[in-house]
């Protein structure tokens, strides 16, 4: 089973609201796994850009905070902080 098919299954079973597979969010999520997917099963050097990475951890958030929404009704809790870390390297 996919990524996108577990969360449209959690929506689909938990929630009364499916997914939005038209919502740019959706399509971003969907380049933030080509690129993970580039990472973890090379067939070519991924191209990395600080850009890319920033679009795909917002577009992960994006459909955490959905489909959190959508199940629990509020606002997935980490939403705020958005992809700044709080560690200090």
């Known amino acids: ?13 938990f ?3 499916p997914l939005d597979w038209t919502a740019a969010y ?4 969907k380049d933030a796994q ?3 997917n580039g990472l973890t099963h090379p067939k070519a050097p991924a191209k990395l850009t600080e850009s ?3 679009r795909a951890l917002s577009s992960i958030l994006e459909v955490l905070d959905v489909t959190y929404r959508n199940i ?18």
């Open 1 to 13: 089973m996919s990524r996108e098919d577990r969360l449209l299954f959690l929506c689909a079973r």
């Open 15 to 17: 929630s009364k609201t």
């Open 26 to 29: 959706w399509g971003q999520f």
């Open 34 to 36: 080509v690129l993970r």
């Open 52 to 54: 890319s990475v920033e």
């Open 72 to 89: 629990y009704r509020k606002k997935y809790p980490g939403a705020k902080r958005g992809i700044q870390s709080t560690i200090d390297l």
